[in-house]
T-cell receptor, first 113, second 112 residues
Framework: AQTVTQSQPEMSVQEAETVTLSCTYD???????LFWYKQPPSRQMILVIR??????QNATENRFSVNFQKAAKSFSLKISDSQLGDAAMYFC??????????FGAGTRLTVKP | AAGVIQSPRHLIKEKRETATLKCYPI?????VYWYQQGPGQDPQFLIS???????DKGSIPDRFSAQQFSDYHSELNMSSLELGDSALYFC???????????FGPGTRLTVL
């Protein structure tokens, strides 16, 4: 079974600085997708960034980028120029073709002004 | 752009009562997923449907059932409610085999 591990229950970053959230996963599949979701206090699940496993290039979305290491089964999220609005719970998620999403336990990010 | 609609947004029930949660997927999305997120927990997959047929099943209690209708909306029926059923219930939709799932705003169920 696929598992997703987020080893950092909480992280803190100063506004305008950079923070990296860690995620590792376990799978025997070769084709799969990885996601980072943000869940603010409203509890809405908001997609931050996604990565297809077959792509070697790391995904980037504005201030958000990932470091995808397929061999190491690692998928970290880097947030640059952190903003107060980035404060939220961040979930790493894994999905193989046609299947459901498996989530990590989440990392609560605090942004200090 | 149209999003996933869930109703109701909030629901309060007593123990042993029943509840029905509804999900209206994004137009032309034929696959629906249900997740349960307990307090301080990550979302857990319950069940999914594709073209009105159950396609996958996760940790859904036997007291729960779900179905997808011809217009692709889905309903999650929960009977004999327990205190532990209090959670946020997400519905997500996608076109079949599309890598991303689009989440609704969730239904917050409180069982007293």
């Amino acid at each position: 079974a696929q598992t997703v591990t987020q080893s950092q229950p909480e992280m803190s970053v100063q506004e305008a600085e950079t923070v990296t959230l860690s995620c590792t996963y376990d799978t025997s599949e070769s084709d799969y997708y990885l996601f980072w979701y943000k869940q603010p206090p409203s509890r809405q699940m908001i997609l931050v960034i996604r990565q297809e496993a077959y792509k070697q290039q790391n995904a980037t979305e504005n201030r958000f980028s990932v470091n995808f290491q397929k061999a190491a089964k690692s998928f970290s999220l880097k947030i640059s120029d952190s903003q107060l609005g980035d404060a939220a719970m961040y979930f790493c998620a894994y999905r193989s073709e046609g299947n459901d999403m498996r989530f990590g336990a989440g990392t609560r990010l605090t942004v200090k002004p | 752009a149209a999003g996933v609609i869930q109703s109701p947004r909030h629901l309060i029930k007593e123990k042993r009562e029943t509840a029905t949660l509804k999900c209206y997927p994004i137009p032309r999305h034929d696959t629906v997923y249900w997740y349960q997120q307990g307090p301080g927990q990550d979302p857990q997959f319950l069940i999914s449907f594709y073209e009105k047929m159950q396609s996958d099943k996760g940790s859904i209690p036997d007291r729960f059932s779900a179905q997808q209708f011809s217009d692709y909306h889905s309903e999650l029926n929960m009977s004999s409610l327990e205190l532990g059923d209090s959670a946020l219930y997400f519905c997500a939709s996608s076109p079949r085999y599309y890598n991303e799932q689009f989440f609704g705003p969730g239904t917050r169920l409180t069982v007293l």
